[in-house]
């Protein structure tokens, strides 16, 4: 897939699935509270410790729990959530919330919404990556536009094109072109860089060829090399 589609894509999708885990979060946190409220609870035992190796082959632990029911006799669950710490040791005494179609847990805040507030911290994070690049992608657009209507434009000439090592996608840098121009005032030779592009147009501009920016007059460090012409559009 092309690149630059990939990074204008890629916040989006962020945003989405980090909304979605958010959300998600959300719910489960929003459940384990109402079962809670409605729920029978009951001092249990802890009976039994399953422990098994993860994916990182690092050691996991949960606990099967066995609590008295009202009619008599006993029931047994199983934590749902695999832990790598042993927070519970076999004999040990446990509140447990029970429904009347089975459900059982463990009342404490890690079984209970532990669950919800993984999911909803991972999304939290994933919205605000996708979010915050989205958020600077679109204020870019609304620079260069107000520079379009209050810039001051002058033509510079090709400089060098490198590649900004400061940001990748699977290892690969994009390309700025750096441009020269004669300050007006002072005489002296102002730089400008491009943004970031990350497919080479057919026809690049080569050293010594001219291009148009458009700069504040005011600061010129903002400003826009104005690549549209070669198919290189801004965001």
Do not use: C
């Amino acid at each position: 897939m092309n690149r630059t589609i990939v990074v204008r894509v890629f916040p989006m999708i962020f945003a989405v699935v980090g909304a979605g885990l958010l959300l998600l979060g959300g719910l489960l946190v929003r459940d384990s509270y109402l079962f809670t409220s409605s729920a029978t609870k009951v001092n249990g035992t802890v009976v039994e410790i399953e422990s098994r190796y993860d994916s990182d082959d690092d050691l996991v632990y949960r606990p099967v729990v066995e609590y008295p029911e009202p009619a008599g006799g006993s029931s047994r669950f199983t934590e749902p959530m695999w832990s790598g710490l042993k927070r519970y040791r076999v004999g040990e005494r446990v509140e447990v919330a029970y429904s009347a179609d089975g459900e059982a847990r463990i009342v404490s805040f890690f079984s209970l919404y532990g669950a919800g507030l993984i999911f909803a911290a991972i999304g939290a994070v994933f919205a605000a990556v996708g979010g915050g690049m989205e958020w600077r992608r679109r204020r870019r657009q609304a620079q260069i536009r107000r520079l379009l209507q209050r810039g001051t434009r002058v033509m510079a000439t090709v400089v060098e094109l490198t590649r900004d090592q400061r940001i990748s996608v699977n290892d690969v840098h994009p390309y700025i072109l750096q441009v020269e121009a004669e300050d007006a005032d002072t005489g002296a030779r102002r730089r400008f860089t491009s943004d970031r592009f990350w497919e080479l147009p057919k026809h690049l501009p080569q050293p010594g060829d001219e291009v148009k920016v458009v700069f504040d007059p005011d600061d010129p460090e903002v400003h826009w090399v104005d690549l549209t012409a070669i198919g290189i559009h801004p965001g």
